[in-house]
């Protein structure tokens, strides 16, 4: 294949748990290899694992894949649907002489792995069942043999890979791998294969844990009479401590990220970053992720995962992206916050104001809490300090100007301004009390945006219920 033809590529995950971020990265480099050639990008879900694969897996790769926009062009296909191909790939190496029935126990094979670690050596099949025409007197006749791949004896397997460059292992150091089970299953080194044969794969994108099941698989093709695809196998991701990226880090799925606050395009954004690079740009939309990327400028190094960058770049997304990529999103962690978005603000007037001041959407959804639900009771530490009887007075006069004033942020802020004015004091004197009295604690925007969301009548009923706190305050102190 040469680098300019279009690349048909796949991304094909095992169903045995959920879409991780080395996964998505993975897939994210696949489908911009097909985009970025005008190729085809195939989604291939490996569920030949029969005891691990889950319905509740796949789901989750689809609602992973579909929330980071990653759509195929074809499938998804689903290799527990394609059994008769790989049986009918089995019996043609069996006719070709290329395979044969393996009829040794489990027993006796773990004796031999055991025989090789005492030994210091790499466990491997002894060949005991390659010339064997008929089944052992023992075996019992209500089991089936599992069927091996007749690896070559003499010579090495090469491989151009479009990351790691040239590599070349001798087939001294491959065994006779099983390509189907006793129960009639392919084996993941078999059913790759045959799948990337049939769905005419010419580059396999993949993680550099699998590349030591390439030399195995391109003697495979070469046996099935097929030129094997071309391989990148990309480096693994590590975490902010420099170990491999797993549970302990923090997010498990790509669906966790979305949990805990970032929007799609940031993720993406930061994944491509991960062992790619062009130049010193850091941001990138789509339309030039695809027309930069090539699979050749993937850095062959771990990449380390960088959550502070990684902040850096959702802020940047939720400062600058167009309303319409982030609205569904902070749709979506209001409503898991349990918010009756009918009960307040529009979410674009919500995001207008809002979205300077926060890293993630969750904790925008959070601080956003007030503007949608009432509060019981204020934050101890912040009425103490704001809701004092001096800004019993200050808040009385705002209230009532705030009865039938324009209500926009520039007039309230400038309501606000004229009560400190009248009562010649400073802005803090009246503007904490007042934010304090309206989202129950001293956190919010400049206190003109923050009325106009918090909306007239639900403004003067907070103001009313932080007068009534300031005189049982008084009340206490004077008893």
Known sequence: MTHSQPIRTRFAPSPTGYLHIGGARTALFCWLAARSTSGQFILRIEDTDRERSTQASVQAIFDGMDWLGLKADEGPFFQSERMPLYQQAVQQLLDDGQAYRCYCSKERLETLREQAMEAGEKPRYDGRCRDRTSPPDDFPAERQPVIRFRNPDQGSVRFDDRVRGEIEV??????????????????????????????????????????????????????????????????????????????????????????????PEALINYLIRLGWSHGDQEVFSIDEMIALFSIDNVNRKAARFDTEKLNWLNQHYLKTAADDQILPELQWHLERIGLDLQAGPSLTDLLSVQRDRFETLTDLAEQSRSFYQDFEHFEPGAAKKHLRPVARTPLERVRKLLEDCEWNPDAL???????????????????????????????????????????????LRRIDHALEHIDARIASAGS
């Open 170 to 263: 001798d087939n001294a150091e491959l065994d006779d791998l099983v390509i189907q089970r006793g129960d009639g299953s392919p084996t993941y080194n078999f059913a790759v294969v045959v799948d990337d044969l049939d769905m005419e794969i010419n580059l396999v994108i993949r993680g550099d844990d699998h590349i030591n099941n390439t030399p195995r698989q391109v003697n495979l093709y070469k046996a099935l009479g097929k030129v094997p695809p071309e391989f990148a196998h990309v480096p693994m991701i590590l975490g902010d401590d420099g170990a491999r990226l797993s549970k302990r880090h923090g997010a498990v799925s790509v669906l966790a990220w979305r949990e805990q606050g970032y929007l």
């Open 413 to 459: 802020g400038q309501v606000v301004e004229a009560t400190a004015s009248e009562l010649d004091i400073g802005m803090g004197k009246i503007g904490q009390p007042l934010r304090v009295a309206l989202m129950g604690h001293g956190r919010s925007p400049s206190i003109g945006p923050t009325l106009w969301l918090t909306g007239r009548a639900r403004a």
